[in-house]
Each structure stands twice: as C-alpha cells, then as structure tokens.
C-alpha cells in the first residue's frame, strides 16, 4: 500500500502528463484522482468514496445560482442588450482619444457586472462594436485586445459565479460581502485597461469623438436604464437580505427574458437553443467541481496542503513576501488552468495561510478571483483570449504584443488589490456584512 507522499506524487505526475497529451483538464483530473485513490483502496472503497466526494462537492444550495446567471447571461448575448450597454458607455466617455476602444472597455464593465460572465462580455460586446472600429479604421489586434483586456473586469463586479466558487470552496464565506467586495477592484481592472488604450490611440492618431448632444446622451441613457437597473436590483436585494444570491440568479433570468421580449429581439422558438447552452456549460461546471472535491479530498489525504503551507512559511515569515509568491504561484496556475477547478482545488489550501498571515477571507477571494481572472486572457488556456481573437477573426499571435501593456498594469494593480485590503473591505464593512 502506497502511503502519503507516493499518492501525492502519483497525482501531481499524471495529471501534467495527460493535460500535455491534450486530455481534458476535468477529465485529467478525474483519472489522476483515480490513479492515486487505486494505490490505496480496493475497487469498490474507491467508487463509494469517488461517488461521496462527488455528490458532496455538488450538493449546495448556493450552486443553483450558477445555472440561472449562466442562463441570464446567454440571454442578453441575444437580447440586444449590449448595444444599448454600447451606446450608453459612448455616451459616458467618447469624449477620450481612441473613443470606440474605450466604449468597448465601459461596455464590457456594464454587461460583465450584469452576465457575470467575462466570456459572454468578450463576445457580445466585441461582436457587436467590431465593425463600427473596422470601419473607423481601427487597428483590428488593438482593438481585440482592448475588448479582451477588460472583459474579465465581469468576473469580479458581481453578481459573479466565480465568487459563487470561491464562496463553497473557502468553507462558506458570505456571497454577499463577496459581491460588495468585487464592485472597487473590478473598477480599478476597467480603469486600468483605459490608459494602455489611451496610449493607444494617442500613438495611432485616433481622434476622440467629442461630446454627444444632450438629448442624444439622455436618449441613450433612457434606454439602457432598465438593464442597468438589474445590477440595483439584484444586488441591491441581496445585500439587503431581501434574497439570496440563488433567488436572485432566478430573478435576473426572468428580468432579462421579459425586457429581451419587450425589446423584441429574442422570441419563443429561441429559448430551447438558450436552455441547451446553459445545460452544457453548466454540466461542464459541476462536472468539474465534483472531480475536484474528489481532487481535494485526496490531496488532503497526502497532507499536500499542509506540504506546501509549510514549505512556504518555512521559506521566509515576511508576510509580503508569501503573498507574492502565492500571487505568482496563482498567475502561473490560471494560465494553465479554469478559474473554476483553481479555485476549488488551491483555496483551502492557500486560505489557511493567509489567514494566518492576517488577510480576510472575503479578501483573499478578490485577491484569488483577480489573479485567475487575469489568466483568462493569457496562453495557452485563456477562454477569454481564445474567444477574443474568435471574434475579431485574429490569431493569438497577432494580439499578443498589443496585450503586453494591459498584462503588467493589471499585475501592477493586482499588487495594488493585495496590499491595500480597504479596496476589498470597505464596502462589505460599511454594509455590516464583516468586521
């Protein structure tokens, strides 16, 4: 019989070797799981166990939440939504060089902290605003990297499934105080992106659009106020205890459905395709917390937690210094991995440590979500930047360099978020939510 450190290793091998070869990363994870489990218990101990975990790792209320903001989502991709969100953020700051480019940055803030999806934003407001900067004579590969650039700014301005994860991972932290917690450091992501830009369109010679009319800025607004009024609505309710974040998933997709059809651009034979998408992007979101409960369990079991834990706190006891070298243990992981399965698998391991090092667990979940965020804009897993140069009709390659910018100043803020824990806690203080 195997004992600890052989599981361990057994799983921490297997696993890259089959992600190298082109194995799913859900389905690597399974069999590496498995692979050590089988050292250890017979055939029929391994399968109840594998069967507990999984059922265990899925079986939370907080988890219905996913499904229906997914299915919000999907919906105002075809809901005409994103132009309005387009129209009203050129209204907000066309009067900036490189106007279309940062109308794209805005418009991914408002439709992310809407879908909580920085996929869905990449690819309904990248899609939609295009061919207005092909036909401006924007630079296609800047463009796309404005769009993909700022489309994860979604992921932390809530309602936002990522924090959902990270809520059932970290052992119950507040969803709400999570959500409110998001809102200051998904801002400062959309800032950030508008000054590489600005650089931009400065270098290029891209003229600002100047300033609408007033009754054509009122004009816009009116329009997108009711869907702009579902972030007051959602979160507004869940902060004030009014629902919970899984009412409030089931809320949002009635709200979207009836302003699609108000706005008549979705209609009755539309909503099957929308009910398959969310199923199959669902299925592949539980499936994946399921294998990584049964991941966790087994890593606990070979005490590789508490391996790493102290092997860090053994390296140097300067608080600074561990939580850089989290930081960038996290960077490389989301470049290689799903915010999803990351999150499940390295937060009870690194939360313990910063928790010991006097970080909050509401902010080590914005620290965790904005570093994972930005490896989904960077090779060679990156579903934003895949889905990014999808729309603009690029190869990776060809937005990389433009990317380069965006890469270290959303670092440079990452530190920024780390280091100044107000940014996180402020608001979820104020509101009562922590101490």
Same mark, same amino acid.
């Given at each position: 019989m195997a004992n600890?450190?052989?599981?361990?290793? =057994?799983?921490?091998?297997?696993?890259?070797i089959l992600l190298a070869i082109g194995v799913p990363i859900s389905i690597s994870m399974g069999i590496g799981s498995v692979l050590a489990m089988s050292t250890v218990f017979t055939f029929d101990r391994m399968a109840i166990t594998a069967a507990q975990r999984i059922f265990s790792g899925v079986n939370s209320f907080s988890l219905l939440a996913i499904p229906f903001f997914v299915l919000a989502g999907i919906i105002m991709t075809n809901g005409g939504i994103a132009r309005r969100l387009i129209d009203f953020a050129k209204a907000l700051i066309g009067f900036i060089?490189?106007?279309?480019?940062?109308?794209n940055i805005v418009a991914n803030m408002l439709f992310g902290s809407i879908s909580g999806s920085g996929v869905a934003a990449a690819a309904a407001i990248g899609g939609a605003i295009g061919p207005q900067q092909k036909d401006d004579g924007y630079d296609p590969a800047a463009a796309a990297a404005a769009n993909i650039a700022s489309a994860p700014s979604g992921m932390l301005i809530p309602p936002s499934n990522t924090f959902i994860i990270y809520s059932l991972a970290s052992g119950g932290t507040s969803v709400a105080a999570l959500f409110l917690a998001g809102y200051v450091p998904g801002i400062l992501w959309g800032l950030a992106c508008i000054i590489p830009a600005m650089i931009y369109a400065v270098r290029a010679g891209y003229k600002a659009q100047g300033f609408a009319k007033f009754q054509e800025n009122l004009s816009?607004?009116?329009?997108?106020?009711?869907?702009?009024?579902?972030?007051?609505?959602i979160v507004g309710g869940?902060?004030?205890g009014i629902f919970t974040p899984t009412e409030a998933s089931c809320i949002a997709v009635v709200y979207v459905l009836v302003l699609s059809f108000a %706005?008549?651009? =979705?209609?009755?034979?539309m909503i099957p395709s929308f009910l398959l998408d969310t199923a199959k992007t669902t299925g592949m979101i539980i499936f994946m917390i399921g294998i990584?409960?049964?991941?966790?369990?087994?890593?606990? %079991?070979?005490?590789?937690?508490?391996?790493?834990?102290?092997?860090?706190l053994g390296f140097t006891d300067n608080p600074i210094l561990i939580m850089i070298m989290m930081n960038v243990i996290m960077l490389l992981l989301g470049c290689v991995m799903d915010p999803t399965p990351a999150i499940l698998i390295f937060a009870p391991i690194f939360l313990p440590i910063a928790m010991s090092l006097g970080f909050d667990p509401v902010h080590f979940g914005v620290i965790m979500v904005f570093n994972l965020s930005i490896g989904t804009i960077t090779p060679p897993v990156g579903p934003i930047l895949f889905v990014g140069c999808r729309i603009a009709k690029l190869k990776i390659e060809d937005v990389f360099k433009p990317l380069l910018m965006y890469f270290l100043i959303l670092i440079a803020m990452l530190l920024v978020v780390t280091f100044i824990p107000a940014l996180s806690l402020l608001l979820?203080?104020?509101?009562?939510?922590?101490r």
């Open positions: 600890a450190a052989d599981i361990g290793l =057994i799983m921490l091998i297997s696993i890259p060089p490189g106007a279309l480019m940062q109308t816009v607004t009116i329009d997108a106020l009711p869907a702009l009024f579902l972030i007051v609505l869940i902060i004030s %706005y008549r651009t =979705i209609t009755v034979q990584s409960a049964v991941m966790g369990w087994i890593m606990a %079991y070979a005490k590789i937690p508490n391996i790493i834990a102290s092997s860090l979820p203080q104020a509101a009562g939510l922590i």
